[in-house]
């Protein structure tokens, strides 16, 4: 990604990582090649091969920390007590990544291959079957789970979406205050929105 | 698409576009080649080549009537008086197409070969625009537009999540109240939720 802190020193498995997630935004991840990625970086094939065999291995390692960074939030919110707390909690820590990673996030809700990867990891695919349970747990039924699927895949595509010059944590508090409002939530007396 | 009414009878353009689509689906546009669609058909590269020379081509007829049906309710809601009533008519229109189309509009949000035919079809673009801008003048500023970015692609969205065996009028409805609850709008007393 342009502006990343290493530049052009940064170790090779980043800068394939960082290339490879504007390629997938940009043509999809079946539409990406490795090829691609290497006439990109102008490395020859088999410096890539060093360190991803397949495209699906570079797929796997633009997502892992992501999924990481969300079971650590499931976790978390699933350790409180009751359903509105535990659904906020999931909601401020999901909005703060989603405005953190505004770039990467829209691709996990619409691409193919993505979809594909989380149906062959059954860890991860569990992942997010709790983040959904935590929010459809708020209201039981389908209009619950149909407030939960909105609000899974609109924060995740709404974050990419083009609002000018906004700083991260006002695209968060906007992400959250949207969330809040379809899922029935109110702000916490007190609650400070950040992701811990 | 399974199910087509017209079998394999049906005239070869929409067997063409109902394959399109549920290949789009699995691999995304980019991932999909024409070469793919006459081997899932059966048909010779130049059987397709007769109805559409490129894939964008069929990308394009497998959007337009979509776009129109989205463009008629634009005008329509637009024709209204006061920006609720306007962001309700839209709303409604527009899960009613959600969940008519569950399987195909969860691919307008996410797929990147979508969003680089937008950019090339200004009058497209122009409809999308102002859909959004039906949304968001329910609340001037950030937080309104966030809330009609949420609206737009979530309603996509989650119109293809597995809701196990729903039928249309009921995911339809429920795609109606999340929407609303996100936008801050109130069913209207008496208002028929059936998109006109």
């Given at each position: ?17 960082d ?62 007590r ?34 594909a ?17 935590l ?12 407030k ?39 702000a ?9």
């Amino acid at each position: 990604m342009s502006g990343h802190p290493g530049g052009s020193s940064a170790p090779t498995r980043q800068r394939l990582i960082d290339v490879a997630i504007e390629l997938f935004k940009r043509h999809s991840v079946a539409g990406t090649s490795l090829q691609m990625i290497s006439e990109e970086l102008g490395l020859t094939k088999s410096a890539i091969y060093h360190h991803f065999r397949t495209r699906e291995e570079l797929l796997t390692a633009v997502m892992e920390p992501l999924i990481a960074e969300v079971a650590a939030l499931v976790e978390a919110a699933e350790s409180l007590r009751g359903v509105r707390a535990r659904a906020d909690h999931m909601l401020v820590g999901y909005a703060a990544l989603a405005a953190t990673h505004r770039e990467l996030l829209p691709l996990f809700t619409g691409d193919p291959g993505v979809a594909a990867l989380l149906r062959t990891r059954a860890e991860w695919g569990a992942v997010i079957e709790r983040q959904m349970a935590l929010f459809a747990d708020v209201e039981p039924g389908l209009g619950g789970r149909v407030k939960a699927g909105l609000v899974m895949s609109g924060i995740a595509s709404a974050a990419g979406g083009d609002f000018g010059d906004v700083d991260e944590a006002a695209l968060r508090d906007a992400l959250i205050a949207a969330g809040r409002r379809t899922l029935g939530l109110r702000a916490l007396p007190g609650r400070d929105t950040r992701a811990t």
